[in-house]
């Protein structure tokens, strides 16, 4: 097509830079161009949350963003979220409590939640419920998912007064 | 050897085995984006396919251009039924031996259904196919009332002879799909005749769908050089996939392999056979490229899979003691355009004839009328066992509606009415022989725990301070006893398309003391990796962390039915266990060999064959594993392996008490759960933290049926909950925390006792939320309500009873 835009976006730390469509979607980047398929597609319309990454540090559905409005930007998907040999505490987290079933959601809900425990690092139940509503999980009913987060926030806090 | 100083106990704890919280194996890859959903796929060369829908529920097709569409860059080819026509694809057979169209075969008859499919390089240039195809509609009269249907003489399927019988016997009206029966007619209408007391109701419950997370989806791909079709995609049987693709494809099986992938959450959705997947294979042929079609959201909901859809009207008699005598429920179940349910063949209303309930009640009869109107074809078990959903919720409504009607406490009334203990194995009236249950303990442990008399009392003093002024807020208790039967199920009498629904499992032992363990079913998110492993591990005495299960792959694995209907624990668990104690039988004559003693001198031990009367002396099965490979033994063939077809004698029947305690603003018609206590006795259990986990999982998929989630149509046959905003997903904001709790009744004829679990917090959740609501304005003269309980139905109620006044 003739009306290419020119994009430039750093992705998990790696710097890319190709040239799209203005109507291409940030998750059809991400997923068939990137080939980044951690973030999935549930719905399309910004209310399952399965496609959530972090972009500049907020949470943003990508479904429902144009890769053109992330020119820029800096992307974090759950593959820029702990490596194989040393996993993030919110991904210890779901293993341990049983915060995932068919792991459809997991994903945008743990990327969703490094940014909520930025956003406030000791949580309340309630908080957590509140700030995890935009992510809908088919498969747990979210009562472990809440335990998890609950749990790395403990984890986590506790981490960084040692390392104080 | 080092081996010696370890405790039996700790022997036990390493191998992993059943009974404990084994962590899930899965996780890894799921928490760190690695899953391979069918959606992950990449092959070189590969195309996207996507559907031109209509956009009416009733019109004939005058024509389809696909002119415009093909000159878009990357539209490689416009399929319509005329090309399908030639091979004979452009129809196929349902799994409820009816047929449906592949792409519009001259009409269309509900809204979405598939009319051409757009073969492009990529999803952009699909999309813009599937704009240009032109397609030329005539309206026709639209039916999406069930009852106007079989009065109309508007005729949907013209395709079918009226007067033939249908698949499942005689047809009283073009629009009619069958009438099927169970129990005593006559009897039953003259126990409820002659009765103290008869309360009848009448209740729909509402369409819905199971809305897995990740929609269903395709990849095909036909090799021309090898003759051979492979087509991974979401299937919840991918053997019975396969069996369908030779029979409609002629491609012969041996040719065909099917892969099922990770799969993001199934619930009933994912068991039926899709257009998307057939034309993803036509195309594939058509192109000579992989071709891979994926629904959206909208498609799904619209068009793959609805459940319930239920119109159910009883009669349940009783003595004035409050003793059940009787029990007559007629069924007008709409199914859509086509007849898509998935149920076992001999069962067209699955196993509604489960609607006795948990009760002992002598007589009773069903009548269930299968119906065509203008919509969406399925009928799907959504997170249940062949409409055990709609059975339970109409036997724990008629038992509410029965207790008003005596004035009397519905607790009560259930207790009197439980079928007891000392009465299984039980034969009920409508047929099933229900194979274990302790319903009294099981309900005195459910009503204890959450002091049910105290909230009876709370409940008394919220309704005088509700007449007093004094707060705006009833509240609901909610009720509910359910018996599930899951496990489908016996050859005699269970198949699919003539499959008979055993399951199985191959096992495989390395030389060095590890495995592999394939079997028919496959995980949506189960964890089947971690607990199958765990069955084995204490069968075979290997830890669970040493055996990989596999799935999905009908090259390997061997041939099941899937899973669906809480089967996969009742039936490949069962032949885990059975494959599991051939390798231990085997394992045993090595062992003696090895001992140097008699076969029956030998017993197992954990992880060990032990020589009876000298525990020093014994041979690990790592070592026997070894063993297999590297000794001559004479009459015994090298190698350790085994495979199981299990048959199940009966259904296994779980069983469950559920209260749930609710607060209701009457000015709102906002509903907050207070409390949810869940009992569930599963038979033995394998994996604790998994089990709660299901029933987290089904209590919230309750709750959103009985609360908001339906699938709703206008007079136009449009579908008015397309999207995630009109159709009702819990979010984290909306669900309560559940308490869990158990009673063990294990299944006297499963070799390990298990009876399934994933479906019943659902079965038993849906009527235990509805009841709670119901309850609350049960003081000021509600009966019944339909579901679903939205903000606005509950208003309502509450309005039609007087009380914003
Ligand atoms: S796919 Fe983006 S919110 Fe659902
Ligand atoms: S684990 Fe399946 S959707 Fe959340």
Known sequence: MSNKMHIKMNVNGKDEEFLAEPRELLIYTL???????????????????????????K????????????????????????????????????????????????????TRATKLLEENPNPTEEDIRFGMAGNICRCTGYQNIVKSIQAAAVEMSSAKEAAE | MKDEVISRDDRVANLKGMGCSRKRVEDARFTQGKGNYVDDIKLDGMLFGDFVRSPYAHARIKGINAEEALKIPGVLAVLTAEDLAPLGLHWMPTLAGDKQMVLADGKVLFQGQEVAFVVAEDRYAAADGIELVEVDYEELPVIVDPFESLKSDVVLREDLDPNADGAHGPRKHPNHIFTWEAGDKEPTEEVIANADIVAEESMYYHRTHPCPLETCGSVALMDKVNGKLTLWGTFQAPHAIRTIVSLISGIEEHNIRVISPDIGGGFGNKVGAYPGYVCSVVASIVTGRPVKWIEDRMDNLMTTAFARDYWMKGKISATKEGKITGLQCHVTADHGGFDACADPTKFPAGFMNICTGSYDIPTAYLEVD????????????????????EAVYFIERMIEVLAIKLNMDSAELRRINFIKKEQFPYKAALGWEYDSGDYHTAWDKAL????????????????????????????????????????????????ILGLGMFDSC?????PTGSAIARLGTISQGQGHATTFAQILASEIGLPADSITIEEGDTDTAPYGLGTYGSRSTPVAGAAT?????????KAQMIAAYLLEVHDNDVEFDVDRFVVKGAPERFKTMKEIAFAAYNQAIPGLEPGLEAVSYYDPPNMTYPFGAYVCVMDIDVDTGVPEIRRFYALDDCGTRINPMIIEGQVHGGLTEALAVALGQEIAYDDMGNCKTGTLMDFFLPTAWEVPNYETDFTVTPSPHHPIGAKGVGESPHVGGVPCFSNAVQDAFRPFGNTHTNMPHDHWRIWKTANGLGLHD
């Open chain 1, 31 to 57: 997923r068939e161009r990137l080939n980044i398929t951690g973030p999935h597609i549930g719905c399309d319309t910004s209310h399952c949350g399965a496609c959530t990454v972090t972009i500049d540090g």
């Open chain 1, 59 to 110: 949470s943003v559905k990508a479904c429902t963003m144009f890769v053109a409005q992330a020119s820029g930007s800096s992307v974090t998907t759950i593959e820029g979220i702990g490596t194989p040999d040393s996993l993030h505490p919110l991904q210890e987290a779901f293993k341990e409590h049983h915060g995932l079933q068919c792991g459809y959601c997991t994903p945008g809900m743990i």
């Open chain 2, 370 to 389: 299968g119906v065509y109107t203008n919509k969406a074809p399925g009928g799907v078990s959504y997170r249940c066992s062949f409409r055990v959903t």
């Open chain 2, 448 to 495: 204890k725990t959450v002091d049910y008399d105290g909230l009876r009392a709370e409940q008394a003093q919220r309704v005088e301070d509700f007449k007093a002024g004094k707060t705006r807020k009833l509240m609901g208790i909610g009720l509910s006893f359910f018996t599930e039967i899951v496990g489908a199920g016996p050859v005699k009498n269970c198949d």
């Open chain 2, 506 to 510: 191959e096992i495989r032992i390395h």
């Open chain 2, 577 to 585: 266990a059975m494959a599991g104690r051939k390798i231990r039988a």
